[in-house]
């Protein structure tokens, strides 16, 4: 910001300093208008008078009352934070002038301390609105201070709503009785997960309040945990199919061999051995196929996420489903932004779930943009999901026959993919409804 001179009061110096040299300029213009100088001494003498006017007037020196004001007024532009104003330096080195451009240079100081201020705080907003986690500062009283745009999201509300609101009415009281660092699985306006808190005490013009931090962990963790999983699954299906595939074909050629064998073996024996031969060759080859389905898991490929419309794809999956009743509601025109084939997989995985807990009942698979999102659900009106956390663990399963990938390889796919999954029971409490919320494209 350019500093600017003070102009707050009419100058007087300049008035006082023109009414003292008026008389030589009337007397010039007196001569001009009646009468011609006569002789060079008449003009010296005019020209004389003129110079020693204008000298006294530039010489006369601003009243006491003038300076008082002249300072006030910095002093008062300073007291209301206005650092652009400056006073007028006399050319006469005294106390006054001294005093000036002390002020002045003070108002400077100040004025590069407030740039230097509004800069950092303008980078302060920019990194509390870049983080993923949730940052409030209460008063002391415990009212809502600041926000920055992950609370906002956290508490699914702006911030002019949440300013001066309560921490017990804004229901994270509790979260000050957590320890520091603590990780705990909290629901926040329908947001189930693991949040990190944290928490400190502030101190702000005296005033003491508080800091919460609530970090998000769910993607992190659960990145981490799958990570563990595909190592682990890597080892295991190697150590596994390295004894299957010898064990299978050894039975299949023992099988093959024992009626050619010289030996004579009773029939009941025989018989035995041969059911026997049979079983191991038939659980190494199911072993294997078993143990191939759980590699998928430490196989999967990078998405490629592209604009992919809904509702064909929809109706692709839909198709694969042996005339199972479906019923598709949505936008036509809805695009999202993922890899089309495995998107297909999970809402493959996620119908054949809902068909199966349906028992026969019609299931519904629907799709709706919100915010920035697609919405894709699949409802299904059977028993809901089984109670407890396991859902999503791999190899969980109630099912006899199922393999217990088929949730946690969905929700692995649409994490890669900048999205989440969920299986929650129906909005009655009847049956269950599977969320996959996925980006969509810009522009949409
Ligand atoms: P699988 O289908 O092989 O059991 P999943 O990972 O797909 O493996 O599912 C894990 C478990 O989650 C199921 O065994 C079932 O208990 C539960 N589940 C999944 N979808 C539903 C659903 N729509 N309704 C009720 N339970 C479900």
Not at 62 to 69: F, I, S, V
Not at 161 to 180: Q, S, T, Y
Not at 204 to 211: F, I, Y
Not at 401 to 419: C, D, F, M, P, T
Request: proline share 7%; charged share 25%; with cysteine.
């Amino acid at each position: 910001m350019a500093s600017r001179p003070m102009m707050r009061q009419p100058d007087r110096g300049t008035r006082q300093r023109l009414v003292t040299a008026a008389p030589a300029f009337c007397a010039l213009l007196l001569v001009l208008a009646f009468g011609t100088p006569q002789g060079p001494a008449a003009w010296l003498l005019i020209v004389l008078v003129v110079a020693l006017t204008l000298a006294a007037a530039v010489a006369r020196r601003p009243g006491e009352g003038h300076r008082l004001r002249t300072l006030g007024n910095l002093v008062q532009a300073l007291l209301e934070g206005d650092y652009t104003a400056r006073g007028l330096v006399p050319v006469r080195n005294d106390g006054y002038a001294r005093l000036v451009a002390g002020l002045n240079a003070l108002a400077g100081r100040l004025q590069d301390e407030q740039r230097d201020m509004q800069e950092s705080v303008q980078l302060l907003a920019k990194t509390l609105a870049a983080l993923d986690g949730a940052v409030f500062v209460f008063e002391q009283d415990g009212r809502l201070r600041l926000v920055n745009p992950a609370g906002e999201r956290l508490l699914g509300q702006p911030a002019t709503r949440l300013l001066g609101i309560d921490l017990e009415a804004l229901g994270l009281a509790p979260l000050f009785d957590v320890p520091p660092g603590e990780i705990l699985t909290h629901t926040f306006t329908g947001q189930r997960g693991r949040w990190q808190i944290g928490h400190a005490a502030l101190r702000s013009r005296s005033q003491a309040g508080r800091l919460l931090v609530v970090q998000p962990m769910e993607r992190a963790l659960r990145e981490e945990e799958a990570q563990a999983f595909r190592r682990l699954l890597r080892v295991l299906s190697h150590e596994i199919n390295n004894s299957l595939a010898p064990i299978g074909s050894l039975a299949d050629t023992l099988r093959r061999i024992l009626p050619a064998d010289e030996r004579p073996l009773d029939e009941r024996r025989r018989a035995d051995m041969v059911r026997g031969l049979e079983v191991i060759e038939q659980r190494s080859v199911a072993l294997q196929r078993f143990v191939g389905g759980y590699a998928r898991l430490a196989r999967l490929p990078a998405p490629r996420p592209a604009e992919v419309v809904l509702a064909p794809l929809a109706s692709r999956v839909c198709g694969l489903m042996d005339g199972a009743p479906v019923r598709l509601e949505g936008d036509g025109e809805l695009r999202v932004l993922a890899d089309a084939d495995q998107l297909e997989q999970v809402l493959i995985n996620l119908l054949r779930n809902a068909l199966e807990a349906g028992g026969g009942e019609q299931v519904v698979l629907r799709w709706r943009a919100d915010g920035g999102n697609a919405r894709i659900e699949v409802v299904d009106r059977g028993p809901g999901p089984p109670p407890g956390d396991n859902l999503f663990v791999p190899f969980f399963t109630t099912k006899p026959g199922g393999s217990g990938i088929g949730l946690v390889l969905s929700r692995q796919i649409v994490e890669a993919q900048r999205g989440t999954l969920v299986l929650e029971p129906g909005p009655d409490g009847r049956g269950a409804v599977a969320t996959v919320v996925l980006p969509l494209p810009v522009g949409q």
